[in-house]
Protein backbone atom coordinates (compact mmCIF):
# COMPACT_ATOMS: atom_id res chain seq x y z
CA UNK A 1 0.00 0.00 0.00
CA UNK A 2 3.30 2.36 0.13
CA UNK A 3 5.93 2.96 -2.33
CA UNK A 4 8.32 -0.03 -2.86
CA UNK A 5 12.49 1.05 -2.57
CA UNK A 6 11.68 4.62 -0.96
CA UNK A 7 13.67 3.42 2.18
CA UNK A 8 15.54 0.46 1.06
CA UNK A 9 18.67 1.99 0.98
CA UNK A 10 18.12 3.67 4.42
CA UNK A 11 16.75 0.71 6.22
CA UNK A 12 19.90 0.19 8.56
CA UNK A 13 20.30 4.13 9.04
CA UNK A 14 16.49 4.70 9.52
CA UNK A 15 16.70 1.87 12.32
CA UNK A 16 20.03 3.76 14.31
CA UNK A 17 18.70 7.33 14.33
CA UNK A 18 15.27 8.12 13.98
CA UNK A 19 13.55 9.36 17.00
CA UNK A 20 11.57 7.72 19.46
CA UNK A 21 8.07 8.09 20.07
CA UNK A 22 6.75 9.54 23.68
CA UNK A 23 5.08 6.42 25.39
CA UNK A 24 2.40 8.75 26.31
CA UNK A 25 0.92 8.34 22.54
CA UNK A 26 0.61 4.79 22.93
CA UNK A 27 -0.83 5.34 26.35
CA UNK A 28 -3.36 7.45 25.20
CA UNK A 29 -4.12 5.77 22.10
CA UNK A 30 -4.63 2.21 24.30
CA UNK A 31 -7.14 4.33 26.61
CA UNK A 32 -9.67 4.81 23.98
CA UNK A 33 -10.23 1.61 22.88
CA UNK A 34 -11.72 -0.86 25.29
CA UNK A 35 -9.97 -4.20 23.73
CA UNK A 36 -6.87 -4.77 24.03
CA UNK A 37 -6.50 -7.92 21.38
CA UNK A 38 -4.75 -7.05 18.27
CA UNK A 39 -2.99 -4.28 16.79
CA UNK A 40 -2.37 -3.41 13.48
CA UNK A 41 1.08 -1.11 12.75
CA UNK A 42 0.95 -0.32 8.80
CA UNK A 43 4.09 0.37 7.13
CA UNK A 44 6.00 -0.43 10.07
CA UNK A 45 9.37 0.13 8.58
CA UNK A 46 11.85 -1.01 11.74
CA UNK A 47 9.01 -1.83 13.63
CA UNK A 48 9.82 1.11 15.33
CA UNK A 49 6.45 2.05 16.64
CA UNK A 50 4.84 -1.29 16.40
CA UNK A 51 7.10 -2.47 19.73
CA UNK A 52 5.48 0.54 21.74
CA UNK A 53 2.15 -0.47 20.40
CA UNK A 54 2.92 -4.31 22.09
CA UNK A 55 3.06 -2.39 25.51
CA UNK A 56 -0.53 -1.93 25.81
CA UNK A 57 -1.96 -5.06 23.40
CA UNK A 58 -1.59 -8.60 23.83
CA UNK A 59 -0.56 -8.98 19.50
CA UNK A 60 0.47 -6.68 17.19
CA UNK A 61 0.99 -7.62 13.26
CA UNK A 62 3.30 -5.26 11.68
CA UNK A 63 3.38 -4.97 7.74
CA UNK A 64 5.33 -3.24 5.57
CA UNK A 65 6.24 -3.72 1.75
CA UNK A 66 9.67 -2.89 1.98
CA UNK A 67 12.04 -6.39 3.05
CA UNK A 68 14.56 -4.47 3.69
CA UNK A 69 12.78 -2.75 6.29
CA UNK A 70 11.21 -5.76 7.85
CA UNK A 71 14.79 -7.11 7.89
CA UNK A 72 15.76 -4.31 10.23
CA UNK A 73 12.98 -5.08 12.12
CA UNK A 74 13.03 -5.08 16.07
CA UNK A 75 12.27 -8.29 17.70
CA UNK A 76 9.51 -8.07 20.46
CA UNK A 77 7.68 -11.82 21.31
CA UNK A 78 3.87 -9.74 21.03
CA UNK A 79 4.99 -8.14 17.57
CA UNK A 80 4.48 -10.32 14.25
CA UNK A 81 6.16 -8.98 10.98
CA UNK A 82 4.99 -9.62 7.80
CA UNK A 83 6.39 -8.70 4.41
CA UNK A 84 2.98 -7.72 2.44
CA UNK A 85 3.97 -7.26 -1.14
CA UNK A 86 1.11 -5.00 -3.85
CA UNK A 87 0.10 -8.38 -5.35
CA UNK A 88 -1.29 -9.60 -1.83
CA UNK A 89 -4.63 -8.82 -2.11
CA UNK A 90 -7.72 -6.84 0.55
CA UNK A 91 -8.82 -10.70 1.24
CA UNK A 92 -5.66 -12.02 1.37
CA UNK A 93 -4.41 -8.96 4.29
CA UNK A 94 -7.55 -9.04 6.23
CA UNK A 95 -7.44 -13.38 6.44
CA UNK A 96 -4.06 -12.41 8.11
CA UNK A 97 -6.05 -10.84 11.36
CA UNK A 98 -7.89 -13.74 11.24
CA UNK A 99 -11.15 -12.00 9.50
CA UNK A 100 -12.85 -8.84 9.72
CA UNK A 101 -13.55 -6.70 12.62
CA UNK A 102 -10.75 -8.61 14.36
CA UNK A 103 -8.80 -5.14 15.04
CA UNK A 104 -8.62 -2.65 18.00
CA UNK A 105 -6.09 -0.30 17.10
CA UNK A 106 -4.18 0.59 13.75
CA UNK A 107 -1.57 2.50 13.66
CA UNK A 108 0.41 3.70 10.95
CA UNK A 109 3.50 6.38 12.36
CA UNK A 110 5.39 8.05 9.50
CA UNK A 111 3.98 6.38 5.96
CA UNK A 112 0.25 6.63 5.38
CA UNK A 113 1.49 9.84 3.18
CA UNK A 114 2.99 6.78 0.81
CA UNK A 115 -0.35 4.75 0.92
CA UNK A 116 -2.93 4.36 -1.61
CA UNK A 117 -5.35 5.99 0.67
CA UNK A 118 -8.60 4.89 -0.87
CA UNK A 119 -7.39 1.13 -0.49
CA UNK A 120 -6.13 1.14 2.97
CA UNK A 121 -8.81 2.91 4.74
CA UNK A 122 -11.47 0.03 2.60
CA UNK A 123 -9.21 -2.13 4.64
CA UNK A 124 -9.04 -0.49 7.96
CA UNK A 125 -12.84 -0.13 7.80
CA UNK A 126 -13.06 -3.45 7.45
CA UNK A 127 -10.44 -4.74 10.13
CA UNK A 128 -11.67 -2.35 12.67
CA UNK A 129 -13.76 -3.50 15.78
CA UNK A 130 -17.14 -1.60 15.75
CA UNK A 131 -17.84 0.77 16.89
CA UNK A 132 -14.62 0.71 19.68
CA UNK A 133 -11.70 -0.16 16.95
CA UNK A 134 -9.47 3.18 16.42
CA UNK A 135 -6.60 4.28 13.58
CA UNK A 136 -4.35 6.83 14.19
CA UNK A 137 -1.84 8.14 11.67
CA UNK A 138 1.04 10.67 12.64
CA UNK A 139 4.05 12.37 11.02
CA UNK A 140 6.78 15.13 11.56
CA UNK A 141 7.99 17.86 9.33
CA UNK A 142 11.65 18.13 9.11
CA UNK A 143 13.03 18.67 12.82
CA UNK A 144 14.19 22.49 13.38
CA UNK A 145 17.72 22.64 16.45
CA UNK A 146 16.70 24.29 19.49
CA UNK A 147 18.96 27.25 20.87
CA UNK A 148 20.77 26.91 17.15
CA UNK A 149 23.10 29.58 15.96
CA UNK A 150 22.18 31.49 13.22
CA UNK A 151 24.63 30.45 11.12
CA UNK A 152 23.60 26.83 11.61
CA UNK A 153 19.87 27.88 11.00
CA UNK A 154 20.55 29.65 7.77
CA UNK A 155 22.80 26.50 6.36
CA UNK A 156 20.05 23.69 7.39
CA UNK A 157 17.57 26.08 5.33
CA UNK A 158 19.83 25.88 2.34
CA UNK A 159 19.65 22.43 2.16
CA UNK A 160 15.92 22.02 2.73
CA UNK A 161 15.66 24.68 -0.11
CA UNK A 162 18.32 22.61 -1.96
CA UNK A 163 16.62 19.22 -1.38
CA UNK A 164 12.79 20.80 -2.19
CA UNK A 165 13.08 19.55 -6.13
CA UNK A 166 13.71 15.91 -5.47
CA UNK A 167 10.86 15.29 -2.58
CA UNK A 168 8.78 12.67 -3.62
CA UNK A 169 4.67 13.85 -4.31
CA UNK A 170 3.63 12.27 -1.09
CA UNK A 171 5.58 14.76 0.74
CA UNK A 172 3.27 17.38 0.48
CA UNK A 173 0.95 15.84 2.86
CA UNK A 174 3.57 16.18 5.40
CA UNK A 175 4.59 19.60 4.54
CA UNK A 176 1.02 20.99 5.04
CA UNK A 177 1.05 18.88 8.06
CA UNK A 178 -1.98 16.18 7.48
CA UNK A 179 -4.33 19.54 7.12
CA UNK A 180 -5.23 18.35 3.33
CA UNK A 181 -4.76 14.14 4.23
CA UNK A 182 -8.07 12.61 3.36
CA UNK A 183 -9.02 10.73 6.80
CA UNK A 184 -12.41 9.70 6.50
CA UNK A 185 -13.33 8.38 10.00
CA UNK A 186 -15.15 10.25 12.62
CA UNK A 187 -13.43 12.30 14.88
CA UNK A 188 -12.61 10.82 18.67
CA UNK A 189 -11.51 14.48 19.70
CA UNK A 190 -7.74 13.61 18.68
CA UNK A 191 -6.76 15.14 15.60
CA UNK A 192 -9.70 14.85 12.62
CA UNK A 193 -9.55 15.74 8.80
CA UNK A 194 -8.33 18.68 8.42
CA UNK A 195 -7.35 19.79 12.15
CA UNK A 196 -4.58 17.47 12.89
CA UNK A 197 -3.34 17.20 16.58
CA UNK A 198 -0.47 19.31 16.51
CA UNK A 199 2.80 16.99 19.32
CA UNK A 200 6.06 17.58 19.51
CA UNK A 201 9.05 15.21 19.59
CA UNK A 202 12.88 16.16 21.11
CA UNK A 203 15.64 14.24 20.30
CA UNK A 204 19.24 15.22 22.17
CA UNK A 205 21.79 14.72 19.26
CA UNK A 206 25.59 14.77 18.50
CA UNK A 207 26.38 16.34 15.01
CA UNK A 208 27.13 12.76 13.91
CA UNK A 209 23.46 11.48 14.46
CA UNK A 210 22.05 14.54 13.17
CA UNK A 211 23.81 14.10 9.86
CA UNK A 212 22.63 10.43 10.09
CA UNK A 213 18.87 11.80 10.68
CA UNK A 214 19.66 13.85 7.38
CA UNK A 215 21.21 10.62 5.28
CA UNK A 216 17.97 8.76 6.44
CA UNK A 217 16.03 11.11 4.12
CA UNK A 218 14.45 9.24 1.45
CA UNK A 219 15.01 12.51 -0.80
CA UNK A 220 19.28 11.98 -0.21
CA UNK A 221 18.90 8.34 -2.39
CA UNK A 222 16.65 9.68 -4.64
CA UNK A 223 18.50 13.17 -5.51
CA UNK A 224 21.56 11.03 -5.62
CA UNK A 225 20.31 8.81 -8.14
CA UNK A 226 19.24 11.53 -10.40
CA UNK A 227 23.31 12.62 -9.63
CA UNK A 228 22.88 15.51 -7.05
CA UNK A 229 24.81 15.14 -3.90
CA UNK A 230 23.15 17.20 -0.89
CA UNK A 231 25.56 15.93 1.36
CA UNK A 232 28.71 16.75 -0.73
CA UNK A 233 31.70 17.07 1.35
CA UNK A 234 31.44 21.01 1.58
CA UNK A 235 27.77 20.68 2.86
CA UNK A 236 28.58 18.17 5.21
CA UNK A 237 32.33 20.65 6.74
CA UNK A 238 29.74 23.59 6.28
CA UNK A 239 27.28 21.68 8.98
CA UNK A 240 29.32 21.12 11.50
CA UNK A 241 31.29 24.25 11.80
CA UNK A 242 28.06 25.89 12.40
CA UNK A 243 26.79 22.89 14.89
CA UNK A 244 29.75 23.72 16.82
CA UNK A 245 32.20 21.00 16.27
CA UNK A 246 31.41 16.99 16.98
CA UNK A 247 31.35 17.15 21.17
CA UNK A 248 28.23 19.66 20.90
CA UNK A 249 25.14 18.15 21.76
CA UNK A 250 21.93 19.60 20.49
CA UNK A 251 18.18 18.97 21.03
CA UNK A 252 16.34 18.37 17.81
CA UNK A 253 12.94 19.39 17.85
CA UNK A 254 10.13 17.96 15.49
CA UNK A 255 6.83 19.17 15.07
CA UNK A 256 4.75 16.48 14.61
CA UNK A 257 0.79 16.15 13.89
CA UNK A 258 -2.01 13.32 14.15
CA UNK A 259 -5.02 12.32 12.94
CA UNK A 260 -7.25 9.85 15.07
CA UNK A 261 -10.84 8.09 14.47
CA UNK A 262 -12.79 5.32 14.51
CA UNK A 263 -15.36 4.18 11.91
CA UNK A 264 -18.53 6.38 11.19
CA UNK A 265 -21.57 4.27 12.77
CA UNK A 266 -23.31 3.69 9.47
CA UNK A 267 -27.14 3.69 10.98
Request: aromatic share 10%.
Amino acid sequence: MAGVGLFDKQAEVYLSVRPKYPREWFSMLSALTPHHSLAWDAGTGNGQAAIDVAEFYDQVIATDVSEAQISHSMPNPKVKYIHTPHSMSDDELIAMFGGEGMVDLVTVATAVHWFDLPRFYSVVKRLLRKPSGIIAVWSYRNFTVDDAPPSLELTMKRLFESAHPYWNQGISAVIDEYRTLPFPFESVGLGSEGAPLMLEMKQEASFEVCLRVIKSWSVISTAKEQGVDLLNEGMVKELETAWGGTDVIRTLNYKTFMLVGKVANQA
